[in-house]
């Protein structure tokens, strides 16, 4: 058996002007970090990133002669808007899967909701502390009618589900740490929407 996983750019649409990309468009991309020379006189630290998503999985068996497709899986991704100033972050927003063995046919397509939650506790919105909304998976749709649903326990404790994060830029005054909020779930629970031979 063999694998195969295709890869596309970290950005959706508009990715590149000529040889350079619109910084614009790739928003959890932090292309300012990278250092195709030295001196990397901006960056004093290692920084680990890819400005690749992975686009897709195909699984093959051999036959005797070549080796042929049994499975593929597409996902399609989304930037979903975070609504405090800050940049969205890449999202899984469905999986498609094909099965390839004797022609191509595809499954329902899953597909993945969520809901914005802040990764900051002390934030001050008016003081310019944004929220820094992420999304969190609360509900998937298996595409035959049915759902798992997620929901997630209050946090607004600092002893439990909270901690502090030390984090910046390189050349940014910020505070040594924040307090970062953590989403623990508290419930995951299906449910069937197909409907009943009548």
């Not at 694998?3 to 350079?20: I, K, P």
């Not at 051999?62 to 100033?85: I, L």
């Amino acid at each position: 058996m063999r694998m195969g996983f295709s890869t596309g750019d970290r950005c959706l649409a508009s990715c590149w002007s000529g040889a350079n990309p619109v910084a614009a468009n790739w928003p959890d991309t932090p292309r300012d970090l990278k250092c195709a020379r030295p001196p990397c006189n901006t960056n004093v630290a290692p920084s680990f990133w890819t400005a690749k998503r992975l686009t897709g999985v195909t699984t093959k068996v051999w036959d005797g002669s070549a080796y042929r497709d049994v499975d593929d899986w597409a996902f399609t991704h989304q930037y979903p808007p975070t609504n405090d100033g800050t940049s969205p972050s890449l999202w899984l927003a469905s999986i498609t899967h094909t099965g390839k063995v004797g022609g191509s046919k595809a499954l329902p397509t899953i597909t993945f909701g969520g809901t914005a939650y802040a990764n900051r506790m002390d934030y001050n919105v008016s003081a310019g502390v944004p929220q820094t909304n992420k999304y969190r998976v609360t509900r998937l749709s298996n595409g035959t009618g049915g759902e798992i649903r997620v929901t997630y326990l209050s946090t607004n404790c600092p002893a439990r589900g909270n901690r502090p994060r030390g984090w910046g830029r390189a050349g940014t005054r910020l505070p040594a740490d924040n307090l970062g909020q953590d989403h623990r779930p508290g419930s995951v629970g299906g449910r069937g929407f197909t409907a009943r031979p009548g």
